[in-house]
Nanobody, 123 residues
């Protein structure tokens, strides 16, 4: 059974930084792309960023591209989201997801999801 566990969320002041981590286990994730999504209260879940198995392809949203770089650990079953210059519009539950790579759009077809980690930004 695949399992994704996120960590690193919390409360931070506007302008501050957080680093989210996600560790995948329970099956082989060879060739799977890993990514991050977020969902704020009353809003739909939205894509944040994704990274391919070999980290040779990156996918991101233009509005967050420079602030939220994504990276993959050496073990490849971990993914990180470095969140910089956090803004009042960034609070949400951030979810890690993994699945087969997709040639367009998000770059990933999510098949497994983590339970999410809460990010709160104070002004």
């Amino acid at each position: 059974q695949a399992q994704l566990v996120e960590s690193g969320g919390g409360l931070v002041q506007a302008g501050g930084s957080l680093r989210l981590s996600c560790a995948a286990s329970g099956r082989t994730f060879s060739d799977y792309t890993m990514g991050w999504f977020r969902q704020a209260p009353g809003k739909e879940r939205e894509f944040v960023a994704a990274i391919s198995w070999n980290a040779d392809r990156l996918y991101s949203v233009d509005s967050m591209k420079g602030r939220f770089p994504i990276s993959r650990g050496n073990a490849k079953n971990t993914v990180y989201l470095q969140m910089n210059s956090l803004k009042p519009e960034d609070p949400a539950v951030y979810y890690c997801a993994t699945g087969p790579s997709a040639p367009t759009g998000w770059g990933v077809a999510p098949r497994y999801w983590g339970q999410g980690t809460q990010v709160t930004v104070s002004s």
